[in-house]
């Protein structure tokens, strides 16, 4: 026989399991979506078409500058590196990231395809903005953008199977903690 508080411990840790779970769901909807979207890049020809109420989730840009390596840098995170760098004119209100190595020849690209969001909807974006500020005395502004190069909208099996299987998962948790009695026989 379970006690009470037994009883809420339990039913505590499968509230938490079902979060947990709930939670890869929710991670994986806005890539699944930019995914989904338009192919179609929109086109960015200078930093006051940068606004939250016009790009308030990511979507797929084509911007329109050129690089400037002053504030650049080499990141570094779980065996990959990144090169983080700024397009003149729109200075640290869009942060540039590549997984290439960059180079003078860079400045002669005029057109930059990837997938423009929100910064600080950006992973990492709290570390990427300290070391702006740490490295070259530079704030990153709350309305800032981030420009992930060459990202662009493709569906993938595994992104699609990894939403099904946390939803069918979450479902057949719920089903199994919540609604699934045993019938209990009593012996005789």
Do not use: C
């Not at 509230?15 to 769901?25: E, R």
């Not at 003078?104 to 600080?120: D, M, N, S």
């Amino acid at each position: 026989m379970r006690t009470p508080f037994k009883k809420l411990l339990l039913f505590l840790a499968k509230v938490v399991f079902l979060t947990f779970v709930a939670s890869m769901i929710v991670v994986q909807v806005p890539e699944l979506e930019y995914d989904l979207g338009d192919r179609t890049p929109v086109t960015i020809n200078g930093p006051e078409e940068l606004s939250s109420s016009r790009f308030p989730h990511a979507v797929f840009a084509a911007v329109k500058g050129t690089a400037d390596f002053q504030h650049a840098f080499v990141y570094s995170r779980y065996g990959l590196s990144y090169t983080y760098f700024n397009l003149e004119t729109y200075g640290a209100r869009l942060v540039v990231r590549t997984y290439e190595h960059v180079n003078e020849q860079w400045k002669e690209i005029e057109l930059f395809l990837g997938k423009l969001r929100p910064f600080k909807s950006q992973p990492f974006h709290y570390k990427i903005r300290d070391i702006y500020k740490e490295s070259f005395g530079v704030d990153i502004p709350e309305d800032a953008f981030f420009l992930g190069l060459d990202d662009v909208p493709e569906v993938s099996g595994w992104q699609v199977g990894a939403v099904l299987f946390a939803s069918i998962l979450w479902v057949v948790l719920f089903y199994m903690f919540f609604l699934f009695r045993r019938n209990k026989t009593k012996p005789k």
